[in-house]
């Protein structure tokens, strides 16, 4: 089975460009969270995905994010335009439906805005 | 202050040795996970709890729900266990709360 992938795994981009990064989840998990750390600071919480919808987006910074799971397979998150501060790693996880189900993590995207 | 809290946020021990990291928080929680990160790789579930204790291998994780403790535990420590290892809790919701992180090495 394969795991939690996530692509690309580093990214450069220049301040003002746009930057999408993707995960392809474990097949057959409906749940399917983002999380980013910046720079020194704690991994947190950006959103949650249950199949196709977003069922909680409370830790998305603002509207220069924007995140998609067409289909309720892969998601995207999108950054337009992308900021220094924006720079971090991004992790994807996913997980089967239930409260307490084990999420699995991809190997995160290293975004770099200079 | 952080709703999770880890001790020590570095730790170096010399191989052989035992180690315990330790995670306190303040939220109420359904579940708390101990995760592993190798320098420059992705994040590894290495354990889920909610409550008592569990063991994999050399690592044993215990959680005080009463106290809101709990403490990971590294038994034999070995050189290829450096690495950061993270609490993280879930609350009501499906969000998980993450921790600082602590840093491990283990020197030869």
């Known amino acids: 089975e394969a795991g939690v992938t996530q692509f690309p795994s580093h990214s450069v981009i220049e301040k003002g460009q746009t930057v999408t990064l993707r995960c392809d989840p474990i097949?057959?998990?409906?749940?399917l969270y983002w999380y980013r750390r910046v720079m020194g600071k704690e991994i947190k919480f950006l959103l949650h995905?249950?199949?196709?919808?977003?069922?909680?987006e409370s830790g998305m910074p603002n509207n220069r994010f924007l995140a998609e799971r067409t289909g309720g397979t892969y998601s995207t998150l999108k950054v337009q335009p992308a900021e220094l501060e924006d720079s971090g790693v991004y992790f994807c996880?996913?997980?089967?439906?239930?409260?307490?189900?084990?999420?699995?993590f991809g190997q995160g995207t290293r975004l770099t805005v200079v | 202050k952080n709703e999770v809290e880890q001790s020590p946020q570095n730790l170096t021990a010399q191989e052989g040795e035992f180690i315990t990291i330790n995670c306190s928080y303040s939220?109420?929680?359904?579940?708390l996970h101990w995760l592993q990160q190798h320098p420059g790789g992705g994040i590894v579930s290495l354990f889920m709890?909610?409550?008592?204790?569990k063991k994999h291998g050399r690592l044993i994780a215990t959680i005080n729900i009463q106290e809101k403790h709990s403490s990971l535990h590294i038994t034999a420590s070995h050189p290829r266990d450096s690495a950061v290892y993270i609490c993280a809790v879930k609350g009501s919701n499906y969000q998980l709360i993450w921790g600082a992180g602590t840093k491990l090495i283990i020197k030869p």
């Open positions: 939220v109420g929680i359904s579940a």
């Open positions: 709890l909610s409550s008592g204790k």
């Open positions: 097949s057959g998990h409906d749940n």
């Open positions: 996880a996913s997980s089967r439906m239930g409260m307490n189900t084990e999420a699995f």
């Open positions: 995905f249950v199949k196709e919808s977003k069922q909680d």
